[in-house]
């Protein structure tokens, strides 16, 4: 329950104006970064890793009301549905400077490990 929580609350903060399969992508990137060497190994780990997801640094990123369509993709995304391929490990506003393979969804750009 405390996985699914935190992956909602994420994906609410960073894709809230996305489509459903944005914000899938959203929660499928937290996955795959859980189950890659690079990163922690727990959602909740790679949520708060510094200087990855900025949203954790509000004030009010524990406190704001997550609705529960974002429960609904969390327990979507925990459950094996997939908006981006496992090896998808990072998303921007832009092309980041790591990775490669990148495509947009909505506003976001996703990329592949290098």
């Known amino acids: 329950a405390q996985d699914e929580a935190e ?11 996305e489509s459903e399969m944005g914000q899938l992508a959203v929660a499928n990137v937290v996955l795959n970064r859980v189950r890659h060497e690079d990163w922690p190994d727990t959602i909740t780990g790679v949520i708060y890793q510094k200087h990855q ?3 954790t640094k509000n004030s009010q990123y524990k406190t704001v009301h997550v609705p529960d369509h974002y ?4 327990r979507r995304a925990l459950e094996g549905e997939r908006a981006v ?7 921007s506003r832009g092309r980041g400077r790591y990775g490669h393979g990148w495509h947009k969804i909505g506003q976001h750009w996703f990329g592949r490990t290098d």
Request: proline letters at 4%.
């Open 53 to 55: 997801f900025t949203p």
């Open 7 to 17: 992956l909602a609350r994420i994906v609410y903060w960073e894709a809230r104006g």
């Open 71 to 74: 429960y609904e993709i969390a």
């Open 85 to 91: 391929d496992d090896d998808v490990v990072y998303f």
